[in-house]
């Protein structure tokens, strides 16, 4: 009954590696969010989807490539990890962005480690 | 007690008394403002919003204050319990036809001793 959940909570893998983070929001919204979170607790979007469509990608290095099978569902692939990746990952969701005052719901995050 | 959201800054208070957080948002031209409040090993949890055609709103226990003249935010919580432990980050965003994004403040930590 989780609104946001995510899979695997922990990933620890060597550098090099490709590996992905499902995201998944029973909530009906239209939008999705990836953040990444540093050790110093800094949280920073990366992407945002509307009803499968992208809509922000932040500079994130094409290495990262998500992808939306449907509105409900928002993953994070990741090439070559390499290990400034470590860090925690969220997805996010919410109703409509545009209206200006929108909620952003988040999942519970993705503790990645890249050794 | 108070404190300034910049490097992670830590904040203790006694269970019971009120506690401020502040915020430095950086962008004049944010016209919504959220603050989160992240538990160990969870995701952030909505608290409250407010918009810039306002410079207060309640919730229960908790109020923000908006002065935009200074580019501030805080966030009061009164009577704080044990739960009230968390990192607390304010957010902003420009109303933008769908291409809103949040930026997040650095946090506070804040500590309810018992």
């Known amino acids: 009954d989780t609104a946001v959940s995510q899979t695997p909570k922990y990933l620890v893998t060597q550098m090099g590696n490709d590996k992905s983070i499902k995201c998944e929001q029973n909530l009906g919204h239209d939008t999705m969010y990836w953040y990444k979170q540093d050790s110093k607790k800094f949280l920073k979007i990366m992407f945002s989807?509307?009803?499968?469509?992208?809509?922000i990608n932040e500079t994130v290095p094409n290495r990262f490539s998500p992808k939306s099978p449907d509105k409900a569902h928002l993953n994070l692939h990741i090439n070559s990890l390499e290990l400034g990746d470590s860090a925690v990952y969220f997805c996010?969701?919410?109703?409509?962005?545009?209206?200006?005052?929108?909620?952003?719901?988040f999942g519970p995050g993705t503790r990645l480690t890249v050794l | 007690g108070e404190s300034v959201g910049l490097h992670l800054p830590t904040l203790s208070v006694q269970e019971g008394d009120n506690s401020i957080i502040n915020c430095a948002y950086s962008n004049s031209a944010s016209d919504y403002f959220i603050w989160y409040k992240q538990e160990s090993g969870k995701g952030p949890q909505f608290i409250i919003d407010?918009?810039?055609?306002?410079d207060k709103r309640q919730g229960q226990r908790v109020t923000v204050l908006l002065n935009k003249t200074v580019k501030h935010l805080s966030l009061q919580i009164a009577a704080t319990q044990p739960g009230d432990s968390a990192v607390y980050f304010c957010a902003e965003t420009i109303s933008n036809f769908g291409n809103e994004k949040l930026t997040f403040g650095t946090g506070t930590r804040l500590t309810i001793i018992p």
């Open positions: 989807y509307n009803n499968k469509e992208l809509i």
């Open positions: 407010i918009r810039s055609n306002m």
């Open positions: 996010a969701s919410s109703q409509d962005p545009s209206s200006g005052t929108d909620t952003q719901y």
